[in-house]
């Protein structure tokens, strides 16, 4: 038996709709500017651990397969590189395979840019809208990757051979990850033996390793070790934030697509074209700027203390209903 209806209490969706309307005059306030940009495109993004969903879209009377977007990034990017100051959008985003307690194939998402800013400043900012919306961040901290990463495994990510790092994402997954790259196992590392130690309360950890670099600017920490900039917010050991201090650079990006591509590839991941009107783009000129994306239901539901997502969306069912 199917269930007409909703995954959240009335009480839960008008505190929802709250946020939402806090989030939109946190940024009135701030001066930042909402945009509105498609949920479809001609392609997706090329991260091996991102996959789209697709679409069969009739345009001009030809049938073609388009992408929900994963993130407003791309489109976001173009308009800054057309002349737009700070911006924001708030809306949907899509990934497919994404299910369970923290995870649905169609999710709210909260993405902003700050021409001029760096990754520190973001963060800052970051804190400033939790502490807006009513969650606790006086004893919020930050803390390196390296440092907390080397402190709970023993291994430090930088420099302990791949083998080694093989050998622990196995022991922890209970699977084989021999032939995985540095980014897959480091990423699996850090979800299963990192993550569930982090403090509590609100959590950056910044200065990944380079392998993890995604669209991130690279740089350099104190020990020399190279470094991308960019950061996760946590809060409660959930990873609500993602922000970078934005590559800007076509060339490094392009070079950066053409490995994805030939990871998907080695993976037996369906291939994905890169964007070429994003590297167009930026080839005219993206501005130096920080960007973050945080998940929107996530964020409910520790404002709410809720443990399951579909609780703080109206219809959190990936079918028609809820079984009955």
């Known amino acids: 038996m199917m269930s007409w209806e909703p995954t959240a209490t009335l009480e839960t969706l008008r505190f929802r709709a709250e946020c939402l309307s806090r989030i939109r005059q946190f940024f009135e306030t701030a001066g930042v500017m909402e945009v509105d940009v498609p949920v479809l495109a001609i392609t997706g993004v090329t991260d091996l ?67 001029g800013w760096d990754e520190y400043q973001l963060m800052n900012e970051v804190t400033q809208l939790m502490q807006h919306l ?79 670099s995604a669209l991130a600017r690279l740089g350099q920490d104190s020990d020399g070790n190279t470094v991308a900039r960019r950061f996760e917010a946590y809060f409660n050991g959930m990873e609500l934030a993602n922000g970078y201090y934005e590559l800007t650079d076509p060339v490094e990006m392009k070079s950066r697509f053409d490995a994805d591509i030939a990871l998907r590839h080695a993976s037996g991941k369906p ?37 399951d997502i579909a609780r703080v969306t109206s219809f959190g069912s990936t079918g028609l209903g809820n079984a009955g």
């Open 271 to 307: 291939p994905m074209a890169m964007d070429a009107n994003l590297l167009a783009a930026m080839d005219s000129g993206l501005p130096v700027c920080a960007g973050v994306a945080l998940g929107v239901d996530r964020l409910l539901m520790q404002l709410l203390d809720i443990d």
């Open 134 to 212: 009513g969650l606790e961040t006086e004893s919020s901290q930050t803390l390196c990757y390296s440092e907390i990463f080397e402190q709970i495994t023993g291994l430090n990510p930088h420099q302990t051979p791949l083998l080694e790092i093989q050998a622990l994402a196995s022991t922890l997954a209970g699977n084989d990850f021999s032939e995985e790259g540095r980014s897959t196992c480091l990423d699996l590392i850090f979800s299963l033996a990192v993550e569930p130690k982090l403090p509590a309360g609100l959590v950056f950890v910044h200065d990944y390793p380079s392998c993890q």
């Open 49 to 115: 651990h991102i996959d789209c969903i697709s679409a069969q879209v009739q345009v001009e009377g030809k049938e073609e397969t388009q992408y929900l977007q994963s993130s407003p990034e791309y489109y976001m990017k173009r308009l800054l590189a057309a002349g737009h100051s700070a911006i924001y959008y708030l809306g949907r985003a899509f990934r497919q395979g994404e299910s369970g307690q923290k995870h649905r194939p169609e999710f709210t998402m909260l993405e902003w840019y700050r021409p």
